[in-house]
């Protein structure tokens, strides 16, 4: 198998060279800045290579979207998350009067917003801590009721 020309890179090379993390950081701005001005993550995944960065796939596009809103309080993420939280204040007034005169259609879009933006604010973590917490008391209580039992059982056979 013949390899490549010292100086020269093949484009499975360059596919496989890795990324400067300078570049990732360049990359995910670009990313946020063009969600942003409105663009779709399809858009944005199609654009990338245009605007100097490698291709990525549109759910690697929506992942670092993601992680972007839920761990960084500063701009351009606080920017985009309070854009986002329009955009489903905006289809959920859309939807809304229509779901409360017994659509059930526009009443699963105003449910699925109102979901999303839980999941946007971080509101369902908390829902789930508690019912975790819950889950783990009542295991709790049910192995001490069961502890208790086969200590009375105990005191009972030793009577007899």
């Known amino acids: 198998m013949a390899s490549a020309p010292r100086g020269r890179t093949t484009t499975r090379q360059k596919a496989q060279a890795p990324e400067h993390p300078l570049d990732r ?3 995910d701005l670009a990313i946020l ?3 942003l001005h409105g663009l ?6 199609r654009k990338l290579p245009e605007a100097g960065f490698k291709r990525v ?3 690697r596009v929506y992942a670092i979207v993601a ?4 761990s960084s309080p500063h701009a351009p993420a606080r920017d985009l998350r309070d854009l986002e939280l329009m955009r489903l204040d905006q289809l959920q007034t859309a939807h809304y009067k229509q779901a409360l005169k017994g659509d059930a259609a526009a009443a699963q879009r105003v449910l699925a917003i109102i979901d999303r933006r839980a999941k946007l604010l971080g509101l369902d973590a908390s829902l789930e801590a508690e019912t975790s917490l819950e889950d783990a008391r009542k295991t709790l209580i049910q192995k001490l009721e069961h502890l208790a ?3 009375g059982q105990k005191a009972k056979n030793a009577k007899s």
Do not use: D, Y
């Not at 992680?67 to 839920?70: E, F, S």
């Open 40 to 45: 779709t993550f399809f858009e944005i995944a």
């Open 67 to 70: 992680k972007a809103l839920r």
């Open 149 to 151: 039992r086969g200590q």
């Open 25 to 27: 950081v360049s990359r």
């Open 57 to 59: 796939s549109v759910s």
């Open 33 to 35: 800045n063009m969600r």
